[in-house]
């Protein structure tokens, strides 16, 4: 399974939405975040594995996002999203999550291999692949 998810949703803050509760009452009352725990865990058991796929920081806004964090916002910060990263991998280490997309399609001014942190997505793929498997090798 190819699991999109938003920072934005690893929030404590975050709540749900879209959800038909009629169908999935034991979803009722939950954070994406828990509802993401539900749902890695019932893959592990039917024997699913699972691709966590980071599409944007803000839920619905991955096609107007031009880099892998957001600049002047602090909960966006690429510090904020190596953070996440990290908790992902933790979190998630022994069960049915196998791989970790770092940032679906990227885009905009993301530049490859320019030496600029701002916008090297070369140089910023290797921070987050590094603080990955600093937590779960």
């Known amino acids: 399974i190819r699991l999109p998810f938003s920072n934005q949703m690893l929030q404590s803050t975050s709540t749900t939405n ?7 009452p034991d979803l009722v009352g939950l954070t994406p975040l828990q509802c993401l725990d539900r749902i890695v865990a019932y893959s592990g058991n039917i ?13 619905d806004s991955a ?7 957001i600049p002047d916002d602090t909960k ?18 022994g069960t049915a999550v ?9 885009k905009g001014s993301t530049t490859w291999g320019a ?5 090297d997505w070369n140089s910023a793929a290797e921070r987050m692949g590094n603080s990955i498997l600093a937590e779960n090798p």
Do not use: H, V
């Open 63 to 69: 096609s107007s996002e031009t880099l892998w964090y």
């Open 76 to 93: 966006f910060a690429e510090k904020n999203i190596l953070s996440d990263w990290r908790m992902l991998a933790k979190r998630y280490e």
């Open 98 to 106: 196998i791989a970790m997309d770092l940032w679906n399609e990227p």
């Open 115 to 119: 030496n600029n942190i701002q916008t």
């Open 18 to 24: 879209g959800i038909n509760y009629a169908a999935n």
């Open 47 to 59: 024997s699913l594995r699972i691709i966590l796929s980071r599409q944007s920081c803000k839920a």
